[in-house]
């Protein structure tokens, strides 16, 4: 029963920014996706919320059927999806985006597309789960499994949604170039620069809901070096952006 309760609310949070930014697109067409490429900014959106709809989906029936408890809560979702309907409309008018891109023969999804989903799934599952099930021995934490429902936010879980956050954020740079382009950092910064303001603004709106207002999206104040462990993993999707690649 809880399995299936949190099955329901994560498939409609995952459906609902769909909505959203296909609306949102319709309206902004005819003046910010002026001389865009539709076709490209499309699958740039598909591959950026494609890989988190099946992460937070995989993340949470595990610890359904494992912990019989949501690792990902309720707000912690809808955080997300507030994060990647923003990425999404930002790389739809990033510069990246105004170069046609040539459609595939063979289907409507590239290879490629499906490659880099696959492989940034899973390293964000290995590495999420890796700090779900062993965490605090790795961190030097207190565990937050098995906790009550009504117990307060623990650093764990806290650390759990951040680099989630922190992946997400950096694999966004990674969705700026179709066909796994290396340069992913071309024109990042020309005027006017769309895409690093909104990641900028999420950034830091990220560092200050964990440490000034933790009870907001249920998570408590981290350190330095949990902060760190938590960026050093979002950069690794760089890293792993160009292993790809090659």
Known sequence: MIALTIMKDVLISICLPIILAMALLYLLKDNVLRDRDIYGATMKFLQFHLSIGIVIVMLDVVGACVINDAVLKYIH???????DISLS??????????????????SFIPRTIIKNIICHVLYQIIVLLAFLFVGERLLNIESGRWSPLDYPPSIHFTIIFNTFVMMTLFNG???RMLNNGRNIFKDL???????????????????????LDGAFLWVVPLNLLQWGVCILLGL???????????
């Open 89 to 106: 409309l930002a790389l739809a008018v990033d510069h990246s985006t105004k170069n046609p891109t040539a459609l595939p023969v063979n």
């Open 173 to 175: 740079i990674n969705c």
């Open 189 to 211: 910064f020309k005027i006017p620069p769309i895409f690093f303001i909104i990641w900028i603004v999420w950034f830091i709106l990220q560092v200050l809901i964990v440490q």
């Open 77 to 83: 979702i809808i955080w997300i999806l507030f994060l």
């Open 236 to 246: 690794v999707e760089l890293l792993l952006g160009q292993i790809i690649y090659c």
